[in-house]
């Protein structure tokens, strides 16, 4: 019986029905790992209206599960900064080459911060996913603002994978250009 562990793991390692890679608790992990590609702010002058800040993510093709949801947390900032969920989109492509919209089932933040954008349907592998944020307005103090980015696969209980940090940066009297 001492292959008896090897075999629980190969069995809690195997893909289940819906393409997930699910483990014994019923949790399901990504086979692939999306990245993310960019996070930028369309102006980076502090406490101006009509900004949109957009987090592009590839999501590789091969992958047996879909996206489901993405979470944004700002990790650093002299303030917090506020936004107006209702207006959050998502797009396939990046911003220079927008394709479809993708339709979100629902935007939420928590106490703590984190803000969860679920998608309608799950995104395929292969695609890349831009997800645009509309803050009430910029931060009023300038400085470097860092958001962490996870993604979460299809599932009843999905892990998430923490996709590292968008950062902004924001300027008093213009740019820095």
């Not at 390692?13 to 949790?27: E, K, P, Y």
């Not at 992990?29 to 002058?45: I, K, V």
Request: glycine residues 10%; aromatic residues 12%.
């Amino acid at each position: 019986m001492r292959f008896l562990p090897t075999l629980t793991l190969l069995l809690c390692l195997s893909t289940s029905r819906v393409g997930a890679v699910q483990l014994a608790d019923g949790t399901s992990a990504f086979t692939r790992s999306p990245r993310l590609l960019d996070f930028m702010t369309t102006m980076s002058s502090v406490s101006v209206w009509g900004a949109k800040y957009y987090l592009t993510i590839d999501f590789p093709a091969g992958a047996q599960e879909g996206l489901q949801s993405v979470a944004i947390q700002q990790k650093q900032g002299t303030e917090d900064i506020q936004f107006d969920l209702q207006k959050t989109f998502a797009f396939f492509g990046d911003r220079d080459n927008r394709q479809e919209a993708i339709p979100i089932r629902e935007v939420t933040r928590d106490d703590g911060g984190n803000i969860s954008i679920v998608f309608e349907r799950a995104i395929d592998s292969g695609r890349t996913v831009t997800i645009g944020l509309v803050p009430y307005q910029n931060p009023f103090y300038d400085g470097v603002y860092l958001f962490g980015v996870t993604a979460f696969p299809t599932g009843d209980k999905p892990r998430g994978l923490y996709l590292g940090v968008g950062r902004l940066q924001f300027y008093r009297g213009g740019s820095a250009w």
